[in-house]
């Protein structure tokens, strides 16, 4: 079930009855040439469609998208929009909010850009303290990593960063591959400097095209796999 | 051109090539059950894209769609968001920013919700002041009223506010068509008390059925009447 | 009974005694050179005076008026001060939770002054949440545009907007008179570019003088007839 | 010169021809029963009127007063208004700023409430920080205190603290005696408990009518020896 | 007791046993050359546990020591740190709130710089507000006014302000008089311009080395006096 | 050498000569029975010093330790002090800018508390925008996960979190092993809710002792080892 596609009345049915709220974050941020700026958007929104499909009829209700997120790394590249945490945070917990006045007891944040976590902890918090009754999740690829480590065959561009790579474009490729360009694809690993992790360094700094990673060794099989396990674990923790 | 859709290097000659940013700004609010609760937005962005259209091909740039938006009068009904103007405004001023700080030198707001409006103006007025070189505008459906006032049947429920009612109707059906129900529009004219003006009222409190005036009224043709002025008038007005 | 005259025993009597409080809420702000700066000030006086002497005897209790509003317009005429909204509206709602907090159970917001109307109401609004048990009303001159279409013989400069013209220098005559110089009243109608009404346009950029519409028409006994309806209306839908 | 009466001419040449804008800052708080709410800012605006006419012709100009400041103290009684400081000092700033835009380059808040100090100084630092070439100033009675202590015969309530007593009713019977009613007035010595000035004391648990100190000994003589030697100061310390 | 020195069990068990929570309050400031940076730090934590032994064994709770306060006047001198009231008062707030969840029904702020009393005065009164049953006090050496008068032998620079003077040294030469190098004590009385008390002066626009009075006065008798006192008062008006 | 300690003019020379300004950041918080609730910030202040050490003569000045940082997870236990990272950012920002505005040009947030990390970037990522010409870090124990992965013995507890364990009690060993009561050391390893990472859940609610991991394998030789391995990062990091 889309929110925005329900009328007055099954809204308030689906609600009554116990549903699930499921709100995708992304973000508007550059990706290569291979993937579109709404790269995160599309991401979030189809671990959410999944994620109530996999619920089953009825008991997951997937949120418009917020697809303005905070995106300090790449801030700088034409068509990346920034949202500051501070803003971030209460729009995401006034969305949450709402949902709790309408009678919703279990909401979750399925977020699909790393950037946006500091912003949804915050807002996860804030919902948890206000809304004693309900529970708040939050989601950024749960489980994804093992899977990752068995699936995928590139080298890992940093330890904690990458970026419309083997990874990002995969999941892409099966999520919504009339999206993706492989014929652009290509296979960039930045250098980077020995601070990159001690003081604020702009992405755009270490590259031109925003890629981190093998975006070439994509699969849609291999974001299959890493999906579905995702969405598999979303279900199982939410109880 | 639709900025979620575009890669690095297209997004980048977009704007370097002077493209007008439009931003659709919606709301996820109840519309009666004829409408679907995402209908502010699928009208704000049905309007962006047109105007995207008259503008010509590579001069206007659609931004994504804002979904939630300031929604006070019925804020208390199922499904329902309301994001505070405290809130909202620099979350939209935020977007601005970004493109600004991207190179665009056009942009506008295309608001498709009357509650928005003080946000939508606040944020208007904080970019021009911080983006001297940028032309900023908003449109909330400009040059509407004339073309309501000759296509139009039905009778106004309320010198400023209507709701779901023949005009937005008229709008849906014209700009999609397949997410309208016309078996459940109704016809409904809440009474309004008489201090409804001079304090505050949640719609609520006057009706249950989130429609404000003659929704059987609605055809497409009156929502194209109207709709294409509005375009018209907004490319027009952009100069 | 003005707020400012009463002491400590007489201010504790009205307000256990059920007063309605009436809060003018003026500007300071160029109206030209026939009406003084301080002429929307003298306005919400006026107007809260009048619908104190209309409630009756012990019944409306006049607070002192708040002098400094929102004036973007003419924010950069001499003289003139400009208060954001995002200062302006706690200033005002806790003015009114303050007079919440000593018993007072019908407030009221009287606005002489267009451009405060967005913090009028988010101040209203913020009272109304927060004291549940508190009538809390805004008023900016209910009525009056049925009477000014009746009386005013002067052609109206804009669609929404008017200035130190027939209306605003007919209620001077008619409320103080004293603080009038007819001798130099204006006719000034401004060309207004075409997107006035949807990008920012400081007046200031479209005339030297403050004056939009024209001064020489005005007359006390226009002012007279506007106000008393006004007056009237406001303590009709006080209830 | 008061601002608010006169008219964008006059107020343009005073502010081009260097005139010095003086702010009455005031509040609504109860004063016993001998003095009426308002004193605070009658207060004020005596003491800015005086200054004025002190500076000579042309030289002062007198901008409405702020009726609403913090009172902490005495919030608790019926008629009073309590603005938080972080709420005042924005609003007192954003004044300051506008007459800084508008040409003026010497600037003073005329505060007559002790509780608005704080506030007052946070936004003389920030108008300072703001704008480099502007002389702001703030004046509590300056040099107030050596005379009351030559010319006051009762004893002091408190080491810091006094309140519609000898001192501020001489100030009344000087500027407006019309609005002091004697007949009422008392002597009061609230007993303070030992930890007063080191945890938060509501006055009104020390004392049922706002009287600290002895009013019956108040007169208009005392008070004009104390004004007189206060604006001749607030002239001098201006240089 | 040192909080910081305590374990998770030790903690739990004062707390539990009603003990009183004293919070040192400092600065990072220069006090010219025979002072260090930390000095009202130092002071701070002095006062702290002497009031601490004074109240008996198990019944002082000294907290770590806040390092950072508001130095307007002094901040532009190498080394010093400015925090501005905004940002202090809820850092402070939040301490005190914890210690309340956690138990504590009687605390203290044990300030040591008077440019921090704005924001402890305001945090204390945030804290009585939301903490109805604990009891808050702060604390700024009460009473050793009484005792300078006596025991201070050098003249008073300003009525008002003194710096590293006879006061402050004679303070760190009782407290830790291993901190002090008398070698560098100065005597220095700044000439104070007429306007200092009623415009912003920062106090390096008056003096190069930040000292204010006569250090060199200065005995750690004097400070025993007069700290012994401010011991005893601060215990005693806890009650 | 330490901020605290030095007088104007050594202050002024240090930065004046280029030192690198390090700030010890810490938290107050429970960490068992063998570990008190200052650790965090005495093993800031330790890393500090070493690294000031390291450095050499008149190249690193420690400023006082920040003893108050964010710590939701264990904030409700008896002595544990939590700061909101909306507070807890601007504080740490104005440390920073204080530093730059005397002319320090290289500055270190030194964190020992994993909680404090947003607010600690954001703080860094503010003060970055703010001061172009100023190099600005944040190390929270770079370089210590190798170390930990050869050194420690134990099972880790968690994925992310451990807390007083191994790692931690090996550092205070190490660094001030004066303050660790090994007598009191436990091995405890908490039963983590399968929904931990995905929903808020306070410690307490799954341990009562707030240990997480074997703290009685801890050794001081473990601690050095790793903690030397961090300074010399630090300082080779920062270039």
Redesign the interface.
């Known amino acids: 079930m889309?929110?925005?596609?329900?009328?007055?009345?099954s809204?308030?049915e689906a609600?009554?009855n116990g549903v699930t709220a499921l709100l995708p974050i992304g973000a508007?941020e550059?990706?290569?040439?291979?993937?579109?700026?709404?790269t995160d958007?599309?991401l979030a929104q189809g671990v959410a469609e999944k994620t109530a499909q996999k619920l089953g009829p009825g008991r997951g209700l997937v949120?418009?998208?917020?697809?303005?997120g905070q995106v300090?790394s790449l801030?700088?590249?034409?068509?990346?929009?920034?949202?500051?945490?501070?803003?971030?945070t209460?729009?995401l917990t006034?969305?949450a909010l709402?949902?709790y006045?309408?009678?919703v007891r279990r909401f979750a944040f399925i977020n699909a850009h790393v950037g946006n976590c500091?912003a949804v902890?915050?807002a996860?918090?804030q919902v948890?303290a206000q809304c004693p009754d309900m529970?708040?999740?939050?989601?950024t690829y749960?489980g994804a990593e093992e899977v990752i480590k068995r699936v995928c065959t590139s080298r890992r561009p940093h330890k904690a960063y990458f970026h419309a790579c083997e990874i990002e474009t995969s999941y892409m490729l099966y999520l919504c591959p009339e999206?993706v360009?492989m014929g652009?694809a290509i296979c960039q690993y930045p250098e980077f400097p020995?601070?990159f992790?001690?003081?604020?360094w702009p992405w755009t700094d270490i590259m031109d095209?925003?890629v981190m990673g093998d975006a070439t060794a994509a699969t849609a099989e291999k974001g299959r796999a890493i999906i579905d396990v995702v969405v598999d674990n979303i279900v199982?923790?939410?109880?």
């Open positions: 889309l929110l925005s596609e329900l009328n007055q009345q809204a308030a609600i009554h508007t550059v990706h290569g040439n291979h993937l579109p700026l709404g958007s599309f949120l418009p998208c917020v697809h303005y300090w801030r700088a590249t034409p068509g990346t929009v920034d949202i500051p945490d501070a803003v971030l209460p729009y006034h969305i709402s949902m006045r309408a009678g500091p902890k915050a996860m918090r948890w529970k708040v999740f939050s989601f749960p999206r360009d652009k020995a601070d992790d001690v003081t604020p095209v925003a199982r923790l939410m109880g």
